[in-house]
């Protein structure tokens, strides 16, 4: 089972999306039949095989084992990722797109961009698992506390001279065998987390 995969198929991710399959997604953290499920979510084992099915259909589960009881094979099914991201590609033409309108102060460009880094690991991540290695990424996730519109807009300054530095410094456009990457650097406002839960 993956930490996190990305659901790039727009079928994929509707089936995902269903409250119920969902829920069973969530509770096939661990191999469970669907004898299992139906008592733990409350449904009949019937309309459980459906929906296992239909997930089984799309990648978003895998058959683990099989257990003879009787007259009865069992299938022990479970989640192929403890979480899932849904990829902007499965909305096709309308993903978001950071190119039509860069604007560096703006919410919705932040939003574009954000989407368009899922959709670029997301494709990293399939071919890295494909060849079986890994995708050489780095992430720094911190909180700062601003005492004024001042000081964020002057951090945000110094924040950009530093990063325009550092890139000035590493960028070598002749390179032979070299690689490019994508830098991304964002300053937002955070959501505490009991309003996060309740939006969500």
């Known amino acids: 089972m993956l930490d996190v995969t990305v659901i790039e198929d727009p079928a994929a991710a509707e089936v995902s999306l269903d409250p119920i399959r969902a829920r069973l997604l969530a509770e096939l953290a661990e ?4 004898t299992m499920l139906a008592a733990a979510v409350g449904l009949p084992r019937q309309k459980v095989n459906y929906h296992l099915r239909t997930l089984e259909q799309h990648g978003l589960v895998e058959l683990v084992e099989e257990r003879r009881k009787g007259n009865v094979t069992e299938r ?13 590609v499965a909305l ?17 460009w932040l939003l574009a961009l954000a989407a368009r880094m899922v959709r670029e690991i997301g494709v990293l991540l399939v071919g890295a698992s494909k060849a079986g290695k890994r995708v050489a990424t780095f992430a720094l996730d911190a909180k700062i506390r601003f005492a004024s519109a001042a000081d964020r ?17 590493y960028h070598d456009e002749a390179a032979e065998g070299g690689r490019e990457h994508r830098v991304i650097v964002a300053v937002h406002p955070s959501v505490p987390v009991e309003k996060e839960k309740k939006e969500n």
């Open 76 to 88: 022990m099914m479970r989640a192929t990722a403890a979480s899932y991201v849904i990829s902007p």
């Open 92 to 108: 096709a033409a309308v993903q978001p797109d950071p190119d039509r309108a860069p604007d560096r102060l703006s919410a919705r």
């Open 153 to 169: 807009s002057a951090f945000a300054e110094e924040l950009t001279n530093a990063v325009a530095a550092l890139v000035a410094k």
């Open 31 to 34: 191999p469970r039949s669907a």
